[in-house]
């Protein structure tokens, strides 16, 4: 039964979306196939908009934006540990009615779907499977009862191809005789083999003619074997899914093709079928008309007539060409891109406003967000003006438990400078799916965020990032700052020098964090533009820290403006002259270190990098650029 005929609540197919984690997600294009040979830096079209057959990938994933049919809420289960939990917060779609749920919100237990252990995110839900919309499945009787039952592609209860496909084993086909080698004996045909009625005869009348019902094919006959059944629609149809299969993995088809066309040809071609032409061989291949004699058909066999009246005997002068693969089917083109915005404000009296665009605009950057979505409900031309990226040069979306798949989309439409997600819910999966749209971001917090979430930063590419906040996130130790800073692994090889994700970053905060020595090394390796960094109230920063940051070698010595050390309760008198090694230092807040005497700071304050400090407050050295 269909998911048409389940009435409401029968919901429509998402369009998955790639892993990105598979063998054939990622690998690069082929170049060869139809699709790359349309793509534009392959010197193509570009209509078709498909990716290479190469990179059809195993196991998609759901979209972003798929939610729960109950509650509303996406996908949850990076906020929990145990196995039962992620299952429960988790979204699972049905290959039956297409349902997007989590299976804590149906309050059923898990024994009672049955779980697609080939595609993620998917299964059979409970109340399709009470209903009895569970056919493409064995009985539990048959399969076993068990929490959790899986569907696998190990013989027992067949491949799933999909929501409608399974693949079922047929009994397999006889061999085909073997073949002869060289010409066949001159004669009549055999007696078994129906030969086709004489083309002279019908004309005659001596013979009444064919009759157009369509009768059952019979068995292929051979003059050296018996009947060979033909394959069922199902055989057929296994068949055809191999040989893309194989096409797919670019694999010559040879098992299948030699067996076609050995049962098909019949030891020589004698054998021929009665919804075929007289003088057709079954392979295909038409013999020349003309007179009797000796003639090359296009298959490159040659056909002798033995005698009058007799049937045309072919043998291979050559080896055969190989089988052409299947033609696949043609993608429609998509359509065109949406037309470009207005440049004037239509009126209702038929004529348009006497401000242009431009003008529109620049009174509504005088505008706050709240404003600017007031004005976004006056008229569809005003919506669609108040989406230009000048008017949201920042977007704050803190203190939020959760980011909708409708916030996440307005954010991308949007385009921001800069973007505030401190202490919020937001995922990895819903980070990595911004960082990835949003190429011109210069400026992103996270602070008070997990580190969970926020190692979706290692694989996301930020060329335009300037300002980085890291504040105060959780669990994070000296290996995830190293998965952050190292370079990316797909680095060409051969370069002499590897840049690292945050090579163009000028200001990076790391408060709170359990920050060493050996961090800060690859910090100086892999950063070496930053003009102001905070380290206030890490706990393992001391003496040593400094004199890294400030020695010879150090490119920060030279960049440095900003430097926060507050809250440092290892740092004592004797790193304060390090300082003067800096000469660009402007602002350094030493506030709340314990070990460092107010005294031993005026001194500082007073000496100073060329240039005497002012202290507002006790600690803070401040200097007038």
């Avoid at 005698?307 to 359509?335: C, D, F, T, Y």
């Amino acid at each position: 039964m269909s998911s048409s005929s389940r009435g409401p609540g029968a919901g429509a197919r998402r369009r998955r979306t790639r892993c990105r984690r598979c063998r054939a997600c990622v690998r690069t294009e082929c170049g060869d196939c139809h699709f790359c040979r349309d793509m534009k830096k392959f010197g193509g079209p570009g209509r078709m908009k498909q990716s290479c057959l190469l990179r059809q990938c195993t196991a998609p994933v759901l979209p972003h934006t798929a939610v729960c049919l109950l509650c509303g809420e996406a996908g949850k289960e990076d906020t929990v540990e145990g196995e039962e939990e992620k299952f429960g917060l988790s979204l699972m779609e049905c290959t039956i009615c297409n349902e997007i749920v989590h299976p804590g919100c149906l309050k059923m237990g898990k024994a009672e779907g049955v779980i697609n252990a080939e595609i993620p995110n998917c299964w059979e839900c409970p109340r399709c499977t009470q209903e009895g919309r569970t056919s493409k499945l064995p009985s539990p009787q048959d399969s076993g009862e068990g929490p959790g039952r899986r569907r696998a592609d190990n013989g027992e209860e067949g491949a799933s191809l999909g929501s409608g496909w399974k693949l079922t084993e047929e009994p397999p086909l006889p061999p085909p005789p073997p073949r002869r080698k060289g010409p066949l004996p001159a004669g009549p045909p055999p007696e078994d083999v129906p030969g086709p009625p004489k083309r002279k005869e019908r004309e005659a009348g001596n013979e009444p003619p064919t009759p157009r019902k369509k009768k059952p094919k019979p068995p292929l006959a051979s003059a050296e074997g018996p009947a060979v059944p033909s394959p069922s629609p199902q055989r057929e149809k296994l068949e055809r899914f191999k040989r893309m299969c194989q096409l797919l993995e670019r694999v010559p088809d040879t098992s299948s093709s030699s067996s076609d066309s050995d049962s098909d040809s019949d030891s020589s071609g004698t054998s021929l079928s009665e919804d075929e032409a007289p003088g057709e061989a079954r392979n295909g291949r038409r013999p020349a008309r003309g007179s009797s004699g000796e003639k090359e058909n296009r298959g490159g066999r040659r056909a002798v007539r033995p005698g009058s009246g007799g049937p045309l005997l072919s043998w291979p002068l050559g080896p055969a060409p190989p089988p052409r693969p299947p033609q696949l089917e043609r993608h429609v083109v998509r359509p065109p891109p949406r037309s470009p915005e207005p440049d004037t404000l239509p009126l209702a009296a038929g004529s348009d406003h006497p401000l242009p665009r431009a003008a529109w605009l620049r009174v509504f950057q005088h505008l706050g967000p709240r404003e600017l979505c007031v004005c976004m409900r006056v008229c569809r031309t005003w919506s669609r003006w108040c989406y230009d990226k000048r008017l949201w040069p920042r977007m704050d979306l803190s203190r939020r438990k959760s980011l909708t798949p409708p916030m996440l989309s307005g954010v991308v439409r949007r385009q921001p400078r800069a973007l505030d997600l401190s202490w919020t819910g937001v995922s990895k999966k819903q980070l990595m799916w911004l960082l990835n749209r949003l190429q011109g971001l210069q400026e992103l917090v996270l602070s008070g965020c997990s580190w969970l979430s926020v190692s979706a930063l290692g694989s996301a590419p930020l060329p335009a990032l300037r300002l980085l906040d890291l504040r105060w996130i959780e669990d994070v130790k000296d290996s995830q700052l190293r998965e952050l800073l190292l370079p990316p692994p797909d680095t060409k090889p051969g370069q002499t020098e590897s840049r690292g994700r945050l090579q163009g970053v000028a200001e990076l905060r790391l408060a709170g964090l359990e920050l060493t020595d050996a961090s800060l090394r690859l910090l100086l390796r892999h950063a070496p533009q930053l003009s102001a960094l905070d380290l206030s109230h890490c706990a393992h920063v001391g003496d040593p820290s400094v004199h890294l940051l400030t020695a010879p070698t150090s490119p920060l010595r030279e960049t440095l403006v900003h430097l926060n050390l507050a809250g440092c309760h290892r740092l004592t008198d004797h790193c304060l002259p390090l300082f003067r090694r800096c000469p660009r230092l402007r602002r350094l807040d030493l506030r709340s270190c314990r070990q460092l005497s107010p005294e031993a700071c005026a001194r500082l304050a007073a000496a100073g990098p060329p240039g005497p400090f002012r202290c507002p407050e006790e600690k803070l050295l401040l200097k007038d650029s």
